[in-house]
């Protein structure tokens, strides 16, 4: 079981920034990929961005070149870093880590934090 706390998101202007922090604690023997998904309503949830152990980073195509996310493996916290926001990136933003326990893998999703782009 992996615990999820997000934090960062709210409101911004367009052009403007955020910062998202995704801190995961539990009893796991490792993580794996660590990542951000978005969710609007009536829509599916989405890849925002994700990053494996070792560091490779993917992208949804419409964030690429505005977003960045990264990881800090002693800490176990996944951040997105979110320039020239959009009104189109507003949604809630759930942070989802994969680790692997003792009866293997699986993965957990974080409470989701909502993120408002006004234009």
């Known amino acids: 079981q992996v615990q999820l706390v997000e934090s960062g998101g709210g409101q911004v202007q367009a052009g403007g920034s955020l910062r998202l922090s995704c801190a995961a604690s539990?009893?796991?023997?490792?993580?794996?990929?660590m990542g951000w998904y978005r969710q609007v309503p009536g829509k599916q949830r989405e890849l925002v961005a994700g990053?494996?152990?070792?560091?490779?980073?993917y992208y949804g195509d419409s964030v690429k070149g505005r977003f960045t996310i990264s990881r800090d493996n002693r800490k176990n916290t996944v951040y997105l870093q979110m320039n020239s926001l959009q009104p189109a990136d507003t949604a809630v933003y759930y942070c989802?880590?994969?680790?692997?326990?003792?009866?293997?893998?699986?993965?957990?999703w974080g409470q989701g934090t909502q993120v408002t782009v006004s234009s």
């Open positions: 539990g009893s796991v023997l490792s993580y794996n990929d």
């Open positions: 990053i494996s152990i070792d560091g490779e980073t």
């Open positions: 989802n880590v994969k680790a692997v326990g003792v009866h293997g893998d699986f993965a957990s």
